[in-house]
C-alpha cells in the first residue's frame, strides 16, 4: 500500500472530462513512487510528498498518448515517462533555489521549508534515482544506448537553456529579442515536453520521421505552455496558479511579454520596468503598476495569441497520425496548453 496520499492530474482532469488514460496515469503514479529509493530516509524521504503534490503530468501524459496513438505498448512506455516526471521535478527543485521561488503548487518550495543545502541534495538525490532507473531499463543493449542518448542531449539542452537566462540576470542584459527567448524556451522548456513525444514514438518503435514530426508537435506545444505560464503569472488567480503571482517581475525574467514591452511602450515605462526587474521588487504597488505598463501596450496579449499559434503548428505536426481516441486526446491536451489556469 503506498505510503503517501494519492493525487495526481487534477488540473488535467478537471479540464479535459476525458478519462481515457485515468488507468495508465494511476500507473504511472505508483511507478514514480517504485522508482524513489526508501532509504537513507534522510536523503529521500522529502522527495514522495514533493512530486505527490501533483502538477499537471503533461510530459508523462504526452508519452502515454502519443505512444498509444502509434500503436504501441503502454507496459513499455510507463517506466519511460515516469524516469522523465522525475527530471521534470528535478529542475523544478533547482529553478526554485535558482529563482528563490516561493511557492510550488501551492505549497512553499523545498528551500523555503527545508533549506537550501537539503533541498539542493534533494534535487540532487532525485537526479541519481532517474538515472538508476533509466541505465536499469529492460531493453535490448543497442536500443537502450539509442534511448540513453536521446535523453541525455535533451537533459543538456535543459541545462543551456537555464544557464543562458541566467547569464542574463549576471550580467543585467536587457537586450534580449524575441528570437533569443524563444532559442532559451526551446532549450529550458520546450526540449522537455518534446521528448516526452520521441519517447512514445520511441517506445512504438517507429521511425525517425515519425519521430521528428512528435518532436515538432511536443516543441510547439512546449513553447506554448511556457509562454502561457508567463501569461498567467501576471494575471493569473493565486488560488489557480498556486506560485506567487508577478513572481516573474520579482524575478527579474525577461519574458515575451517584457521582451515584446520595450519595443512598444514608452521610454519613461521601459525605465521603470527595467529598474523593478533589475532590483527584483517585490513592492506589490510596483508589481501592479508592470502589469498595467505590460498590458497597456498590448504585450500580455501579444504573448497569448503568440501561444496559440504555437499550439496551431503543433497541432498540425500530429497529421501523421492516424485517427483514435488518443490521438483526439492529444488535440485536446494541445487546445488545454493555453486555456489552462493553473
Known amino acids: 500500500m503506498s505510503t503517501y496520499p494519492f493525487k495526481?492530474?487534477?488540473s488535467y482532469f478537471s479540464v479535459m472530462f476525458n478519462k481515457l488514460i485515468t488507468k495508465e496515469m494511476q500507473t504511472l503514479e505508483l511507478e514514480l513512487e517504485?522508482?524513489?529509493?526508501?532509504?537513507?530516509?534522510e536523503v529521500y524521504a522529502l522527495l514522495p510528498p514533493y512530486i505527490k503534490l501533483g502538477g499537471k503530468r503533461i510530459r508523462p501524459a504526452?508519452?502515454?498518448?502519443?505512444?498509444?496513438?502509434?500503436?504501441?505498448?503502454?507496459?513499455?512506455?510507463?517506466?519511460?515517462?515516469?524516469?522523465?516526471?522525475?527530471?521534470?521535478?528535478?529542475?523544478?527543485?533547482h529553478d526554485d533555489i535558482e529563482d528563490n521561488s516561493l511557492l510550488r503548487r501551492g505549497e512553499p518550495t523545498l528551500h523555503i521549508s527545508h533549506g537550501l543545502p537539503i533541498a539542493l541534495n534533494s534535487g540532487d538525490a532525485l537526479y541519481t534515482a532517474l538515472w538508476d532507473a533509466l541505465v536499469s531499463l529492460d531493453l535490448d543493449p543497442a536500443v537502450?544506448?539509442?534511448?540513453?542518448?536521446?535523453?541525455?542531449?535533451?537533459?543538456?539542452?535543459v541545462v543551456d537553456g537555464q544557464g543562458i537566462e541566467l547569464n542574463w540576470y549576471r550580467d543585467n542584459n536587457f537586450g534580449?529579442?524575441?528570437?533569443?527567448?524563444?532559442?532559451?524556451?526551446?532549450?529550458?522548456?520546450?526540449?522537455l515536453i518534446g521528448l516526452s513525444c520521441v519517447i512514445g514514438a520511441f517506445i512504438a518503435k517507429k521511425d525517425e520521421p515519425i519521430q521528428r514530426k512528435m518532436q515538432e508537435f511536443g516543441e510547439n506545444l512546449g513553447l506554448a505552455f511556457q509562454i502561457q505560464d508567463d501569461v498567467l503569472n501576471l494575471i493569473g488567480n493565486l488560488e489557480e496558479y498556486k506560485k506567487e503571482i508577478g513572481g516573474d517581475i520579482t524575478e527579474g525574467k525577461r519574458t515575451l511579454i517584457v521582451v515584446h514591452a520595450f519595443k512598444h511602450t514608452t521610454k519613461k515605462d521601459k525605465d521603470f520596468l527595467i529598474k523593478c526587474l533589475k532590483n527584483h521588487t517585490s513592492n506589490q504597488d510596483d508589481i501592479k503598476r508592470c502589469v498595467k505598463i505590460l498590458s497597456d501596450c498590448g504585450s500580455i496579449e501579444y504573448a497569448r495569441k503568440k501561444a496559440?499559434?504555437?499550439?496551431?503548428?503543433?497541432?498540425?505536426?500530429?497529421?501523421?497520425?492516424?485517427?483514435?481516441?488518443?490521438?483526439?486526446?492529444?488535440l485536446k491536451l494541445s487546445d488545454f496548453v493555453v486555456s489552462r489556469k493553473s
Do not use: W
Not at 34 to 41: C, G, V, Y
Not at 76 to 87: G, N
Not at 177 to 184: A, G, I, K, N
Not at 309 to 329: M, N, R, T, Y
Open 176 to 191: 534580449v529579442s524575441e528570437e533569443d527567448y524563444l532559442f532559451m524556451v526551446r532549450g529550458k522548456t520546450a526540449s
Open 8 to 10: 495526481f492530474m487534477v
Open 34 to 41: 517504485h522508482l524513489i529509493p526508501k532509504n537513507p530516509r
Open 144 to 157: 537502450l544506448i539509442r534511448l540513453q542518448k536521446l535523453y541525455v542531449s535533451v537533459f543538456k539542452l
Open 62 to 93: 504526452l508519452s502515454i498518448l502519443t505512444c498509444l496513438s502509434l500503436n504501441g505498448s503502454v507496459k513499455d512506455v510507463i517506466k519511460p515517462a515516469a524516469i522523465l516526471e522525475l527530471f521534470h521535478n528535478f529542475t523544478l527543485i
Open 308 to 330: 496559440m499559434s504555437f499550439v496551431e503548428l503543433a497541432k498540425k505536426s500530429l497529421d501523421v497520425i492516424p485517427l483514435s481516441p488518443f490521438k483526439d486526446e492529444l
